[in-house]
């Protein structure tokens, strides 16, 4: 069975600063899709980005960074130059390509507190 | 619409009663999802279709759980019976194709209260 973790409850950070948001997982799939989500207060979940289990290069989008390491089952996440607006809660998420489940599996979430 | 659309956005009910909650997905996606976040949690998965077809409602927690989506559009989540631990934020996404590869979509999500 596929798991998510994610290890950081909360972290507050004063803008400007960078951080990095943890996740490992756990699947018995050799495909598999990666996922982060953010929450603001008001609820709504927001796709950030996804990444396929057959490739480990390293994205950059803006402020946001994603390092894929498959030797070490992590999908971390790092904001540079963090923002007030980035305040939210982070989710990490996985779905295997095997079988018909095509269901999220989430970690706990990360709560980024981004303090001006 | 443009977004997956959720009603009613806060829901209070007393023990006991039955409550529907109705989910809107982005026109022309083929699946949908339900989920149920406990507070400070990550979602969990409760069911899901493919067009009017639900495939998997392996994690609905009880019989009193119950899903439709008759018209492969609009779908609502029923609890019947309603219990204290019932109380959390459902959660309902949408997503283009039947395939894991395919980020869900989510709406604001119904807040349910049990008294």
């Known amino acids: 069975a596929q798991k998510v973790t994610q290890a950081q409850t909360e972290i507050s950070v004063v803008e400007k600063e960078d951080v990095t948001l943890d996740c490992v997982y756990e699947t018995r799939d050799t495909t598999y899709y990666l996922f982060w989500y953010k929450q603001p207060p008001s609820g709504e979940l927001v796709f950030l980005i996804r990444r396929n289990s057959f490739d480990e290069q390293n994205e950059i989008s803006g402020r946001y960074s994603w390092n894929f390491q498959k030797s070490t089952s992590s999908f971390n996440f790092t904001i540079t130059a963090s923002q007030v607006v980035d305040s939210a809660v982070y989710f990490c998420?996985?779905?295997?390509?095997?079988?018909?489940?095509?269901?999220?599996?989430f970690g706990s979430g990360t709560q980024l507190t981004v303090l001006p | 619409g443009a977004g997956v659309s959720q009603s009613p956005r806060y829901k209070v009910a007393k023990r006991g009663q039955d409550v529907a909650l109705r989910c809107d997905p982005i026109?022309?996606?083929?699946?949908l999802f339900w989920y149920q976040q406990a507070l400070g949690q990550g979602p969990e998965f409760l069911t899901y279709f493919q067009n009017e077809a639900q495939l998997d409602k392996s994690g609905l927690p009880s019989d009193r759980f119950f899903a439709e989506r008759p018209e492969g559009s609009v779908s609502t989540l029923k609890i019947q019976r309603t219990q204290q631990e019932d109380s959390a934020v459902y959660l309902c996404a949408s997503s283009l194709a039947n395939r894991a590869d395919q980020p869900q979509h989510f709406g604001d999500g119904t807040r349910l209260s049990i008294l």
């Open positions: 026109s022309g996606h083929v699946s």
């Open positions: 998420a996985l779905s295997e390509a095997a079988g018909s489940a095509r269901q999220l599996t």
